[in-house]
Nanobody, 119 residues
Framework: QVQLVESGGGLVQPGGSLRLSCAAS????????MGWYRQAPGKQRELVAN???????NYADSVKGRFTISRDNAKNTVYLEMNSLKPEDTAVYYC?????????????WGQGTQVTVSS
């Protein structure tokens, strides 16, 4: 059974920091691109950052320079370090694992963790 379990969300004041973690099981972690998405109330889910198997990173313009994605293949875990948080960062953050097989692109999702940035 594939499981992605996010942790580290919570309530933080503007300008604060949080580190999200996503622990994966049931997959060969090193073969999956990992990513973080978020969805705010009334808005579409959007990509925050991803880190493919090759180790490169990509960020949404809205978080570039503030967030850092990293992965530890030995621990089957991907992280999202969030600094200088803004109220507009408030959302449910979802962990994503993606791989491409001969028959399809496979996506697995975590259940999400709430991040609230408020005074």
């Amino acid at each position: 059974q594939v499981q992605l379990v996010e942790s580290g969300g919570g309530l933080v004041q503007p300008g604060g920091s949080l580190r999200l973690s996503c622990a994966a099981s049931g997959i060969v972690f090193s073969r999956y691109a990992m990513g973080w998405y978020r969805q705010a109330p009334g808005k579409q889910r959007e990509l925050v950052a991803n880190i493919p198997t090759g180790g490169s990173t990509n960020y949404a313009d809205s978080v570039k320079g503030r967030f850092t994605i990293s992965r530890d293949n030995a621990k089957n875990t991907v992280y999202l370090e969030m600094n200088s948080l803004k109220p507009e960062d408030t959302a449910v953050y979802y962990c994503n694992a993606r791989t491409i097989t001969i028959v399809a692109t496979h996506d697995y999702w975590g259940q999400g963790t709430q991040v609230t940035v408020s005074s």
